[in-house]
């Protein structure tokens, strides 16, 4: 359920809240992978985090450990500095 939410995210652009280590996220979705060592994560600009010392800035999520997943109805644009290319990762699922 969480990777088709997920999906349906990055396909359709729209931003996504969930909670992560206990605290409320909000984020731009942009890649879906499995690493080498095969962990699936979740590559997402996060723009507002319950911390105040997390800035909006580029995350990396375990997707096992995402909880309470939401879909908004809010859109937003792709990122230009949005970088497809990481050394570790093994496959790409879904990406912008």
């Known amino acids: ?3 088709n939410t ?3 995210a990055i396909k359709s652009k729209k931003i996504i809240t969930f909670q992560y280590e206990g605290l409320p996220r909000v984020v731009e979705p942009h890649m879906i992978a499995i690493t080498d ?3 699936w994560i979740l590559k ?4 507002w985090a319950f911390e105040s010392r997390n800035r909006p800035d580029w995350k ?3 997707i096992p450990n995402i909880k309470d997943l939401i879909m908004m ?3 937003f ?3 230009l500095d949005f970088e497809k290319n990481q ?4 496959k790409i699922i879904m990406q912008i």
């Open 44 to 47: 997402a600009f996060q723009t």
């Open 37 to 39: 060592t095969g962990k």
């Open 73 to 75: 109805n809010k859109s």
């Open 77 to 79: 644009e792709s990122k």
């Open 60 to 62: 990396f999520y375990s």
């Open 6 to 8: 997920l999906k349906a």
């Open 1 to 3: 359920m969480v990777i």
């Open 87 to 90: 050394l570790y990762i093994d």
